[in-house]
């Protein structure tokens, strides 16, 4: 450890220059740490075992992994039992704003070639993946820290590589040269998931009632959607010496219609559902699927794009794969014009990337604030 480096044996901040910090918490693992620095000790209110929801602070947390609603995409592909598994999916979408979808088709071995590959590209040298850092947020490749390290003041425990793909533009030779396989892997897991994705965007038009309507914007959405925005964006969660005085990602909601999140053994999604933390548990080769900001403004608040959080343990280090999937970036989003009528009146304004992008630049993106500014007075 060079000496501008060096740890403070007494204290708990590891690096003299916080600047350091910024290389992100693989970096900072590197050095042997037996405490979390202060840079990432969250006040007390928002720390894993003192909240429940974001503004109120009770003891109350719920540990207990839940089984979220289960969708069987198997059912969905088949005509006699679509009905039932529509209803299904409406109900999770109300109630939860997230479902493990299973039978989703995608082999297992593309699932598992991503998480190694992404597992290996945090595994390499702090110079390699330093060569795709960059603030730029709309740049197709993106190594960083934290939630928003330009903002952030207490930092999370957690290191990203962010790829924006689409089938059309040439993105691909932007991503990563090394792990050596991490190009193609990627680009097959993002064409499967693309796939997967529409299909169940289908499936959620249908289950709002939007499907085969005369004259329904339904058919059109799906034209919109081929060409959609998809970011994926890989978490990894280092190992923490104290996982009680931080998060690895801190309560916020996606920003898309959908996002199609793959995690591997180690648990520490949470979900607010009825004001209580609660663990999503990792189900082998399933896909965690939730509501994003906006399906809620499309569905007109039916569906519910819902708070989640991440936390961090001791014993492992965790890595997850969430794909977020929207619009071309260029549309606006609004409520469907068939989910508005008196009794359920327009409840949100309308929204686009560039006004989320500008959302997230210009304040700390901690809580459901950019879909909250969304929301029509009524
Ligand atoms: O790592 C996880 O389980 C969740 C990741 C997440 O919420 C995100 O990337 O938006
Ligand atoms: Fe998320």
Not at 217 to 232: A, H, R, T, V
Not at 325 to 338: A, D, G, N
Not at 348 to 357: E, H
């Amino acid at each position: 450890m060079s000496p501008a480096m060096a740890a403070i044996a007494e204290n708990d901040d590891v690096f003299v220059d916080e600047s350091q910090y910024q290389k992100g918490v693989k970096h900072l693992c590197e050095n042997v740490i037996s405490r979390v620095p202060s840079k990432y000790i969250l006040p007390v209110q928002e720390r894993p075992s003192r909240t429940v929801g974001i503004e109120t602070a009770t003891s109350n947390v719920n540990r207990q992994l839940t089984s979220l609603p289960l969708v069987d995409f198997a059912e969905l592909r088949s005509l006699s039992d679509r009905p039932r598994a529509l209803r299904l999916l409406a109900k999770a979408c109300e109630q939860y704003g997230f479902f493990q979808l299973v039978n989703h088709g995608i082999p297992s071995n593309v699932i598992s070639s991503m998480t190694d590959a992404s597992s290996r590209f945090f595994e390499q040298p702090y110079e390699e993946r330093a060569k795709y850092m960059s603030s730029d947020m709309t740049s197709p490749v993106r190594y960083g820290t934290s939630f928003n390290q330009s903002k952030d003041k207490v930092f999370c425990w957690r290191d990203f590589l962010k790829l924006t793909y689409h089938p059309m533009s040439q993105v691909l030779p932007h991503w990563p040269s090394s792990p050596a396989d991490m190009r193609e892997v990627a680009a097959t897991y993002a064409q499967e998931t693309k796939q997967l994705f529409l299909e169940l965007m289908d499936a959620v038009l249908e289950s709002l009632g939007l499907s085969q309507l005369p004259g329904d914007d339904s058919i059109n959405i799906m034209e919109q959607f081929q060409e959609g925005s998809q970011l994926m964006v890989v978490n990894c969660y280092p190992q923490c010496p104290e996982p009680d005085l931080t998060l690895g990602m801190p309560p916020h909601s996606d920003y898309g219609f959908l996002t199609l999140l793959l995690q591997d053994q180690v648990q520490g999604l949470q979900i607010l559902h009825r004001e209580d933390w609660v663990t999503v548990k990792p189900i082998p080769g399933a896909f965690v699927v939730n509501v994003g900001d906006h399906l809620e403004i499309f569905s007109n608040g039916r569906y519910k794009s819902v708070l989640h959080r991440v936390l961090v343990n001791s014993a492992r280090s965790r890595i997850s794969v969430a794909t977020l999937h929207s619009l071309p970036c260029e549309c606006t989003i609004r409520p469907s014009s068939k989910l508005i009528d008196e009794s359920n009146p327009r409840q949100y304004k309308d929204t686009d990337f560039a006004s989320f992008l500008e959302y997230i630049s210009s304040c700390e993106p901690k809580k459901k604030n950019f879909l909250e500014s969304r929301k029509l007075s009524t």
